[in-house]
């Protein structure tokens, strides 16, 4: 997935003869702490809330403060990732995109990414996940998979968390099996470390003795 496939037309942006009134009133109407401002089809840079409110401009036009406004912005043919990397590392919730020829084209929100992050780590879809805590040096994705599918399962997300104090690191598997059971018992059988498991089935068994609990109570 590329930036272009996740821009969104919900949020406009400023033109540089805009005053600073209109601006803290957008971000408002639309819930971002940011807005891109424009001139014409050029991307002039980003404004936030706490910059106009420090410099109390509020009648002015934000082509006033263009010099002091940052530049953050992705290419639209850069893939998601990149977006991610940029969202992590300048924490603002609106990322301008620009095509080949550096022209305005939108913004992508962190609804978006949300969005994108759900589908990428397959959130939305029944199943299982299994946190496993392995050292680097043994991580074999061709094995675990191998174990996986030898359970009539799938791997429908798969990511690595480094742990930064030492050489383990966790292996976060999405299944599409609502009980993992049998997959977490071969696991612990070829000498692996469940970190941690959650089962779609198990969830459903409680909330069902729950229910059944307060059906008891109520016919007392």
Do not use: C
Request: zero cysteines.
């Amino acid at each position: 997935m590329l930036a272009r496939d996740l821009i969104s037309n919900d949020v406009p942006p400023l033109k540089v003869t805009d005053n600073a009134k209109k601006a803290l009133e957008w971000m408002d109407d639309f819930k971002v702490t940011r807005l891109p401002v424009v001139d014409r089809t050029t991307y002039v840079g980003l404004v936030s809330d706490v910059e106009l409110l420090d410099l109390n401009i509020t009648e002015d036009s934000i082509g006033k403060i263009k010099r002091l406004l940052s530049k953050p912005f992705v290419y639209e043919y850069q893939h998601a990732y990149d977006v991610l990397r940029l969202y992590a590392t300048s924490k603002i919730d609106v990322i301008p995109v620009l095509d080949a020829k550096e022209h305005y084209t939108g913004v992508i929100t962190n609804v978006q990414l949300l969005n994108f992050l759900s589908t990428l780590t397959a959130a939305q879809e029944p199943g299982s996940i299994i946190v496993l805590e392995i050292n680097q040096r043994d991580y074999a994705l061709s094995q675990i998979a191998q174990i996986a599918e030898s359970n009539g399962a799938k791997i429908i997300s798969l990511f690595l968390t480094p742990n930064l104090d030492s050489t383990n690191m966790e292996v976060t598997l999405k299944l599409n099996l609502l009980n993992a059971s049998p997959v977490i018992q071969t696991f612990e059988r070829f000498g692996y470390t469940i970190k941690a498991s959650f089962s779609q089935a198990n969830s459903t068994n409680n909330l069902q003795e729950r229910y059944d609990s307060l059906m008891h109570y109520l016919n007392l």
